[in-house]
Nanobody
Framework: VQLQASGGGLVQPGGSLRLSCAAS?????MGWFRQAPGKEREIVAG????????YYADSVKGRFSISRDNAKNTVYLQMNSLKPEDTAVYYC?????????????????WGQGTLVTVSS
């Protein structure tokens, strides 16, 4: 499975961005992670195969929303009310199991990162 993330960019605090991740093959659980400068990579959100089950890090609950379109093999991360601390390289990941993964070890396939910068 190859993953292609897109949608990053520069946005002002309070603004919105939508990230997309297209998978080359069928995938099951998918997730978004991020890594800020000098920090470890952390999970942002995950979604199961059906799209019903989701997981969010506490830091993004109520602001970010993960969704997927299985017909397009694509997962999305809608990011609203962005804060400077959301600045990071965002990675999408996929796992072979159908349920939601909540940590790095749950995921097998990784895409390249897309940079999100929140700054005025």
């Amino acid at each position: 499975v190859q993953l292609q993330a897109s949608g990053g960019g520069l946005v002002q605090p309070g603004g919105s961005l939508r990230l997309s991740c297209a998978a080359s093959g069928r995938s099951y659980g998918m997730g978004w992670f991020r890594q800020a400068p000098g920090k470890e990579r952390e999970i942002v959100a995950g979604i199961g195969w059906s799209g019903i089950n989701t997981y969010y890090a506490d830091s993004v609950k109520g602001r970010f929303s993960i969704s997927r379109d299985n017909a397009k093999n694509t997962v999305y991360l809608q990011m609203n009310s962005l804060k400077p601390e959301d600045t990071a390289v965002y990675y999408c990941a996929a796992r072979a199991g159908s349920w939601v993964g909540v940590k790095e070890d749950d995921y097998t396939y990784w895409g390249q990162g897309t940079l999100v910068t929140v700054s005025s």
